[in-house]
């Protein structure tokens, strides 16, 4: 919506996307960054960007070591989130912890 010109279509990396009403043609591209470079480029853009982003809101929330794992669920990340629970920023949807097993098969 704030782009200064209306693109022609869209190319989607994956096989999924919701348009929104009178949104422009769309295409669905599995493994789309291999075949396009725009899809690549854009990637690449998309991903350093979220890792700047990620940098700064590890300042608001220390708990989650954001500023090295950029929001991926690592040992330390999913520590901080059973210290502290989630925060704003997490997905409520999404399975942020693995449950706990039943019983203990180390025995």
């Given at each position: 919506e704030?782009?200064?010109c209306t693109p022609e279509r869209l190319l989607i990396d994956g096989n999924y996307y919701?348009?929104?009403p009178n949104e422009v043609e769309y295409h669905t591209i599995v493994k789309g960054d291999d075949r396009y470079l725009a899809i690549?480029?854009?990637?690449?853009?998309?991903?350093t960007h979220r890792?700047?982003?990620?940098?700064q809101q590890a300042q608001e929330y220390p708990h989650y070591g954001w500023?090295?794992?950029?929001?991926?669920?690592?040992?330390?990340?999913?520590?901080?989130i059973r210290q502290y629970g989630a925060c704003?920023?997490?997905?409520q949807g999404?399975?942020?912890?693995r449950?706990?097993?039943l019983f203990d098969l180390e025995r």
């Open positions: 704030a782009l200064p919701d348009p929104r690549a480029a854009a990637s690449i853009l998309a991903k890792d700047e982003y990620m940098t500023e090295q794992n950029k929001g991926y669920p690592t040992a330390q990340h999913r520590e901080g704003p920023l997490h997905r999404f399975q942020l912890l449950p706990e097993p």
